[in-house]
C-alpha cells in the first residue's frame, strides 16, 4: 500500500486552534481524528440550526469499498462528527483522488453537496478541484484532488519561517485566489496552515473551498472579513513560526498571554518590515493598526491590491561557494621549490650551468629530411579527409530518404534524440478569466483516447473573434531540464480548420499574459492530428498550447453545434 500522504484530504486539527473571529468560534468546535489525542473544549459536537452531527450514525465503511463501482477506497484520514475523509483511486482514470463522505440524512449533508457543486463551478486552478458531487445510496460523497508532489504549509512552517520573497508569494497568491472566490460568492472561512499547499513549483494551492466550512457547519456575518484575517494569520505565521493568538495550533506556538498581538518585526529580527506592517492590517480589522496609519485590510480584494501596491521582493540570489585554489608548486633554477624545515636555514640551489640549445638542421641533408617529413604529413592528413568524407557519404546513402541526419534510426526503430516527455501537470489556460471544462484537464495525458477535454461551443469560426474568445489553452508541465521538439494532439473533430500554437511559458498559471511567453511553433490542420515542431529546441519547463481556431461539428450531449474542438491525447517529445 502507498505510503500515508494527506496532500489533499483535511485532516482534523488537534486541540488549541483559536478561532480567527469570533462568529468563527460561535460555529466550530474542532476535534481530532479517531486515534489522536483531542485538546481542551474539543469534546463538544459541532452544532448548527438544523441538529447536533453527533446524533448521525457513523458511517461503517472500510478499505476497498467502492463508490459509484468506480472511486475504491483506500485509507481512512479523518473521522469526525459524522463524516469521513479518505484517501481513495480513481480506477476508470487510474489516479488518486480525496472523497469525502457523508450519510444523506446527516444534518449538513444537502449544504455540503451543495458547497461541493458551487466550487467545481468555479474551476481556478489555485484551488483543489472538486472532480464529483454525489448522492447515491444514502450516502454524499465528494470526490477532489488529490495533489501527492505537495506539501501543506504546516509541513512547511515547521522547518522554520519562510523568505521575504517565499512569504510574499504566499499572501500574494492566496489573497488574489481568495479575491477570485469572492466574487463568484464563494467563501472559505476554514484557511489555515492544514489548508495551504504548496507544490513543487513554488505555486501555493487552497483545499477545501466552502466544502470543510460546510462539513462543520460554520457560518459568520461577515465572511470576507474572517478570510481576510485568516490569510493575515498565514502571513504572520509565514514570517515568525508563531501562530498570532495565545493559543498554540497547527504545530506552532501561540504569543504569550497578555502581551497581546504584537507586529512580526517585533516578534523575530531580520523580519522584512513591509510584510510584517501588511499582515497587522489583515489582522487587525476594527481600525487603523498600532504603527502605521493605513487602513486595515477587510477584503481579500483590498488584500491583494495592498500586495501589487508593495515594491516587489525578489528572490534570494543564489549562493556562490568558489572552488579552492589551485596549489601552485615554483620552480626555480631547474630546482622545485621546498618549504623551508623549521630550525634550519635554507640556501638557493646553485644555478644550472647553461647548456646551449643544439644546433637546428642547417645542413644539406636535415633540409631534406625536413621536406620529405613535410610532404609525408600532408599526403596522410588528405587520405585521412578523403577516408572520412566517403564514409560519411555511404552513411547518408544508406539512410532512407524519409529521415533527416537529426532523426536516425539506433537500429531498434527509436529515434535519435526525441524521446516521450512524461507531463508533470497540467491545467487550463484562460487569461480571459473564463474557463472551459478545467476538470477535464487530466483526460488529455490518461493514455485513454476515449477520454477528452472539450472546448465550448462557439457561434463564430473558424478563427475566434479576438473581441469576444481569443483563443482557448492548455498549460503543461514537462519537468525541469527539458527541451521540447514535438508536440502531438489527438483531436475529436475534423474539418476546416484547427489552428495551434506552441508557447514556453514560466509557471503553470492559467492567466500569465501571452505577450509574456516566447512562441515556440505553430501549425494548421484539418485532420484529427496536430503536430507542432519547434525548429530551435530551448528549454522550456512549462508550455501553453494555444487554440485561435476550431473547425464546426455538430451538437452532442456535450454541447451545442458550432465552432468547438476536443482534444484526446497530447505527447511531447524532447
Not at 463501482?69 to 479523518?78: I, K, M, P
Not at 507544490?199 to 501555493?204: I, L, R, V
Request: proline share 8%.
Amino acid at each position: 500500500m502507498a505510503e500515508r500522504s494527506t496532500a489533499a484530504v483535511d485532516v482534523a486539527d488537534s486541540g488549541g486552534e483559536e478561532p480567527l473571529t469570533a462568529e468563527a468560534g460561535k460555529a466550530t468546535a474542532d476535534g481530532a481524528g479517531t486515534k489522536q489525542k483531542v485538546g481542551k473544549g474539543t469534546e463538544a459536537a459541532v452544532t448548527d440550526d438544523t441538529g447536533t452531527a453527533a446524533e448521525a450514525n457513523p458511517l461503517e465503511l472500510h478499505s476497498g469499498h467502492k463508490l459509484a463501482r468506480r472511486y475504491r477506497l483506500e485509507e481512512c484520514v479523518t473521522r469526525l462528527d459524522g463524516f469521513s475523509s479518505w484517501r481513495a483511486v480513481d480506477e476508470k482514470l487510474r489516479r488518486a483522488v480525496g472523497v469525502h463522505v457523508v450519510p444523506a440524512d446527516h444534518p449538513r449533508a444537502r449544504s455540503v453537496l451543495a458547497a461541493a457543486r458551487s466550487a467545481a463551478l468555479l474551476g481556478d486552478p489555485r484551488f483543489v478541484q472538486v472532480l464529483d458531487a454525489v448522492e447515491e445510496n444514502d450516502l454524499v460523497y465528494v470526490v477532489h484532488e488529490w495533489l501527492p508532489d505537495a506539501t501543506e504549509l504546516t509541513a512547511v512552517l515547521a522547518a522554520g519561517p519562510l523568505e521575504p520573497h517565499d512569504a510574499y508569494q504566499l499572501v500574494s497568491q492566496v489573497s488574489q485566489a481568495m479575491a477570485a472566490a469572492h466574487r463568484e460568492g464563494l467563501a472559505h472561512l476554514r484557511l489555515n496552515p492544514g489548508s495551504v499547499l504548496r507544490t513543487e513549483s513554488g505555486q501555493y494551492r487552497i483545499r477545501g473551498l466552502a466544502v470543510m466550512a460546510a462539513l462543520r457547519g460554520i457560518s459568520v456575518d461577515h465572511p470576507q472579513r474572517t478570510d481576510t484575517e485568516a490569510i493575515g494569520a498565514l502571513l504572520y505565521a509565514a514570517l515568525t513560526q508563531r501562530w498570532p493568538y495565545e493559543a498554540d495550533a497547527y504545530g506552532l506556538s501561540g504569543l504569550p498571554k497578555g502581551v497581546g498581538l504584537i507586529a512580526p518585526d517585533q516578534v523575530r529580527a531580520g523580519v522584512h518590515r513591509g510584510l510584517s506592517e501588511l499582515a497587522m492590517r489583515a489582522l487587525v480589522n476594527d481600525g487603523a493598526t498600532a504603527s502605521r496609519q493605513d487602513q486595515p485590510c477587510t477584503t481579500p480584494e483590498e488584500l491583494a491590491k495592498a500586495v501589487a501596491a508593495m515594491p516587489r521582493i525578489r528572490p534570494p540570489e543564489p549562493a556562490f561557494t568558489p572552488s579552492p585554489a589551485y596549489p601552485r608548486t615554483t620552480y626555480q633554477q631547474g630546482v622545485y621549490g621546498q618549504q623551508p624545515h623549521r630550525g634550519r636555514t635554507t640556501h638557493p640551489a646553485p644555478p644550472a650551468a647553461s647548456v646551449p640549445p643544439p644546433p637546428p638542421l642547417q645542413s644539406r641533408t636535415g633540409k631534406a629530411l625536413k621536406w620529405t617529413v613535410s610532404a609525408l604529413l600532408i599526403a596522410a592528413l588528405g587520405l585521412g579527409s578523403w577516408q572520412l568524407a566517403d564514409t560519411l557519404l555511404k552513411e547518408e546513402n544508406k539512410s532512407s530518404p524519409g529521415k533527416s541526419t537529426s532523426e536516425k534510426d539506433d537500429g531498434k526503430g527509436a529515434k535519435v534524440g526525441s524521446k516521450p516527455m512524461k507531463i508533470q501537470g497540467a491545467a487550463e489556460y484562460y487569461p480571459d478569466g473564463n474557463p472551459q471544462h478545467t476538470n477535464q484537464v487530466p483526460l488529455t495525458y490518461d493514455d485513454d483516447p476515449d477520454t477528452v477535454w472539450r472546448s465550448k461551443s462557439y457561434d463564430e469560426g473558424p478563427d475566434l473573434n479576438p473581441a469576444f474568445k481569443k483563443g482557448v489553452g492548455l498549460v503543461y508541465d514537462l519537468g525541469a531540464g527539458h527541451k521540447p521538439k514535438t508536440a502531438t494532439l489527438g483531436l475529436k473533430y475534423g474539418g476546416d480548420h484547427t489552428t495551434v500554437s506552441l508557447y514556453a511559458a514560466d509557471s503553470l498559471s492559467s492567466s500569465a499574459p501571452l505577450s509574456s511567453m516566447r512562441k515556440l511553433a505553430t501549425t494548421t490542420t484539418s485532420g484529427t492530428t496536430a503536430k507542432l515542431t519547434v525548429n530551435r529546441p530551448e528549454s522550456a519547463r512549462y508550455v501553453v498550447l494555444w487554440m485561435t481556431a476550431m473547425p464546426q461539428a455538430p451538437g452532442d450531449t456535450y454541447s451545442d453545434p458550432g465552432y468547438k474542438q476536443a482534444i484526446t491525447e497530447v505527447k511531447f517529445t524532447g
